[in-house]
């Protein structure tokens, strides 16, 4: 018999791309495999997913939070009007949950996650939990006891019998891809060296000036750079700027290495696109996570790890020019994703909707 059922699906997660784009990663899957398909999305106001999603994804129904992230030291009166944000978003979010009646929810964290989880639970509705970070973020360790699951990315995170090791859900080309797609980048001559270069989803200054002084020594590599300051780089011919791309994993798929931060995502895309990496973890991370991330990729001879307050600039142009050109037919054939794959098989509303 045909399934005439819909599959309903709550999804939040964001304030940064790390968190926002597993769940879009998910979401796609979802798209492509269920025909009869709902979606909501609760995003943070003025971030990356409230700009994005429409692009990314018109299908889902998007709200926006006003909660905002404690403020440090906690004592800070701010964070009254804060909590009181929390309660706000809660009953906002019980409301349009109450209407829409969903199988289940995906919250990828980022600190909107958390009105959303606590109106799941005050309506009863199971939802699950992702961790990009070996270290796991405040909402998610706040929300862990509410949730059904919790997926994790790395296996020193496995901290109750809740959590699974899934690994992290990367955007993925559906199509085969050639170094030709390169040239949408102004990269022309594709037998040379071509290097990604960005700091993460909010791009960094200290990569660009860091970067700034590669660029005046190395003019035998291309480079795509995601920066906020094109102007500073219009005199280096073998730079291509861009504000933000989109689509960034695809160019990860052909080109041939990156220099960038050691957010979990960038990692993960880092290793199911088998590239090089030089790594310039961003210090301020919580507990310093991105730095733990940039060691676990150098242990596994992917990566070279770089201090952005101490740079070796002679090392990093050497690290550079060490990576391997692929050849100008190199062809990226879309591949499993096993980390979606753990999630889709561990999530008991899908196996449940799937046999009815
Ligand atoms: C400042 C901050 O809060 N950093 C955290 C945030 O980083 P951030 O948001 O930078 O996260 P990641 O580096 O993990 O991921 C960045 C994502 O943005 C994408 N991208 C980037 C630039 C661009 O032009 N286009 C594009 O699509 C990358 O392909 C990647 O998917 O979340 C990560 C995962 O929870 C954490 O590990 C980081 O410590």
Redesign the pocket.
């Known amino acids: 018999m045909k399934n005439n059922k819909r599959l309903k699906v709550v999804f939040c997660g964001g304030?940064?791309?790390?968190?926002?784009?597993?769940a879009l990663a998910l979401l796609k899957y979802l798209d492509t495999n269920y025909q009869n398909l709902d979606i909501i999305y609760f995003a943070t106001k003025g971030r990356?997913e409230e700009h994005n999603l429409a692009k990314d994804f018109p299908k889902a129904k998007m709200y926006t939070l006003d909660t905002k992230g404690l403020e440090r030291p906690i004592y800070n009166p701010k964070n009254i009007t804060r909590m009181f944000a929390v309660l706000k978003d809660t009953q906002k979010v019980r409301k349009i949950i109450k209407t829409f009646n969903p199988d289940f929810a995906f919250l990828?964290?980022?600190y909107v996650t958390v009105p959303v989880g606590l109106a799941l639970t005050k309506e009863k509705i199971p939802f699950y939990l992702h961790?990009?970070?070996s270290i796991m973020?405040i909402s998610n360790k706040f929300l862990t006891k509410y949730a059904k699951k919790v997926f994790v990315s790395f296996e020193e995170t496995l901290i109750n019998e809740k959590c699974i090791l899934s690994g992290?859900p990367?955007?993925t080309p559906d199509e085969k891809l050639t170094r030709e797609y390169l040239k949408k980048f102004g990269i022309n001559n594709l037998n040379k060296r071509c290097i990604l270069v960005?700091?993460?989803?909010?791009?960094s200054e200290e990569i660009d000036d860091i970067m700034y002084r590669v660029y005046l020594q190395d003019k035998s590599t291309n480079y795509i750079h995601?920066t906020k300051n094109p102007d500073k780089f219009s005199k280096f011919e073998n730079v291509h700027t861009?504000?933000?791309?989109?689509?960034?994993?695809k160019i990860?798929a052909v080109c041939d290495g990156v220099v960038?931060?050691?957010?979990?995502?960038?990692?993960?895309?880092i290793l199911f696109y088998d590239l090089q990496a030089a790594l310039i973890p961003?210090k301020?991370?919580?507990e310093n996570?991105?730095f733990k991330?940039a060691l676990s990729l150098q242990k596994l001879g992917k990566a070279e790890v770089f201090d952005d307050q101490n740079i070796d600039l002679t090392k990093l142009i050497n690290f550079i020019n060490s990576i391997k050109i692929k050849s100008q037919n190199y062809e990226y054939v879309p591949k499993h994703n096993q980390a979606i794959e753990i999630i889709i098989n561990n999530i008991e509303e899908i196996k449940k909707f799937n046999n009815f």
């Open positions: 304030g940064t791309g790390g968190h926002y784009y597993p990356i990828t964290g980022g961790e990009q970070n973020g992290n990367v955007r960005f700091g993460g989803s909010l791009s995601i861009f504000d933000y791309i989109n689509d960034l994993y990860m960038c931060r050691a957010g979990a995502t960038t990692i993960a895309e961003w301020g991370a919580a996570h991105q991330n």
